[in-house]
């Protein structure tokens, strides 16, 4: 199992360093901690110290890229997840015990969308880009 993860950046040119940069070694032999990731990833989203306006907050786009060679683990992980109030992910965080499809559920709470990229078609990692769209679209 290798979780590699890239960081931040709105440099597209950065981004395509980082993607060309990864190793899909495995291609779908092991079972990936992709809700550790996505975990991690909605912890960078929280809203910011400086009390702007929730308006001012929304506003602004939010989006989380998940690339995999695999499925996620088939059973619940217990993990750090960010405490979501009012559409806000929170810096504070509590230990679950969930599963990847859960956690991209979180998403749709703190607006953040997610794109998920693989060589192959898993049926694990469409649930999970499913997980966040179909609700969007439920609740339009």
């Known amino acids: 199992l290798k979780v590699q993860r890239s960081g931040w950046s709105r440099d597209m040119e950065k981004f395509i360093e980082w993607l060309l940069a990864f190793d899909f070694e495995g291609c779908g032999?092991?079972?990936a901690a992709i809700a550790e990731g996505l975990a991690d990833a909605l912890g960078m989203f929280p809203k910011p110290a400086n009390r702007i306006e929730a308006g001012q907050y929304f506003l602004g786009e939010r989006h989380c890229i998940l690339v995999s060679a695999s499925n996620?683990?088939?059973?619940?992980s217990q993990l750090e997840l960010p405490k979501i109030s009012d559409g806000f992910c929170g810096v504070e965080t509590y230990s679950s015990m969930t599963d990847a499809k859960t956690v991209a559920e979180m998403f749709i709470q703190c607006f953040v969308s997610l794109s998920v990229i693989s060589p192959k078609k898993f049926p694990k990692l469409?649930?999970?880009?499913?997980?966040?769209h179909m609700t969007c679209l439920c609740s339009q």
Not at 72 to 76: E, F, H, Q
Not at 126 to 132: L, P, S, W
């Open 126 to 132: 469409r649930e999970i880009y499913n997980a966040v």
């Open 29 to 31: 032999q092991d079972n």
């Open 72 to 76: 996620p683990y088939p059973i619940p």
